[in-house]
Nanobody, 125 residues
Framework: QVQLMESGGDSVQVGGSLRLSCAAS????????MEWFRQGPGKGREGVAL???????DYAKSVKGRFTISKDNAKNTLYLQMTSLKVEDSGMYYC???????????????????WGQGTQVTVSS
């Protein structure tokens, strides 16, 4: 059974940085397609950053230039480095995975088979 475990969420001030991690078990991050999603209060779930098998990445316009998605194949872990955080970045962050990317652009949540439980990010002014 595939398991994804997020960590690294915290409360930070505007302008701060965080690094989220998503440790995978029974799923090979080097071969799969993974994406970070977030869900803010009263909002729907939105894709934030995707990385495909070849390492091609795509970002939501709202985070481009501030967030970086990466993976460590040896640790079988996905990361999201977040800098210059804004209040609107607050929310629950989830990592999601599927065996094959149908695109190297952000995918809707319906395309993903595996989900973590989420980690909370709160940015305050």
């Amino acid at each position: 059974q595939v398991q994804l475990m997020e960590s690294g969420g915290d409360s930070v001030q505007v302008g701060g940085s965080l690094r989220l991690s998503c440790a995978a078990s029974r799923y090979d991050v080097s071969r799969g397609c993974m994406e970070w999603f977030r869900q803010g209060p009263g909002k729907g779930r939105e894709g934030v950053a995707l990385i495909d098998t070849e390492g091609t990445t795509d970002y939501a316009k709202s985070v481009k230039g501030r967030f970086t998605i990466s993976k460590d194949n040896a640790k079988n872990t996905l990361y999201l480095q977040m800098t210059s955080l804004k209040v609107e970045d607050s929310g629950m962050y989830y990592c999601a995975a599927v065996d094959t990317c149908t695109s190297n652009r952000l995918l809707e949540d319906r395309w993903f088979d595996y989900w973590g439980q989420g980690t909370q990010v709160t940015v305050s002014s």
